[in-house]
């Protein structure tokens, strides 16, 4: 696998979803590369999952506590809160409620 400096900073992302454009403006928000090409097979953007979800910020407690998965989780959604607020953009802080069906 080449590295970003062995790239030239030439970066080919393919598939415009959440995850290619979030790829997209965290290389061009850490001047890792701004020579990127983005191919949609779509004519819109997002008009899969990421344009279809619920739009909730889960909160990684279905992780296991500790894993890389639960802090990716925890960290990504207090991240993309504070950007979804610094941009104005309109947001529920209705938390979520857990209620066990049995005893574990
Ligand atoms: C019903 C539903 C509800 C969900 N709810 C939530 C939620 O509440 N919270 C949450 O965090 N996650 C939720 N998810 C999951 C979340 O939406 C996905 O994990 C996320 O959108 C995946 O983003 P992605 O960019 O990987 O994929 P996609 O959004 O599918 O983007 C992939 C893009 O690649 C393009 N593409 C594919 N093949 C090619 C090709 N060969 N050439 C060019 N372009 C190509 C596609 O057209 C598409 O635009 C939900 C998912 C679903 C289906």
Redesign the pocket.
Known sequence: MLSFSELNDKVLI????????SIANQLVDRKISSNIVL????DL??????????????AGIYYKPGSLKAKVCISGAKRLKKWIVQRGLPISNCGKLIVPQKKS
């Open positions: 393919i598939g415009a979803g959440m995850v290619g454009l191919i949609e097979k779509e953007l997002g008009l899969h999952s990421s344009g279809r979800n619920s739009g909730v910020l889960h």
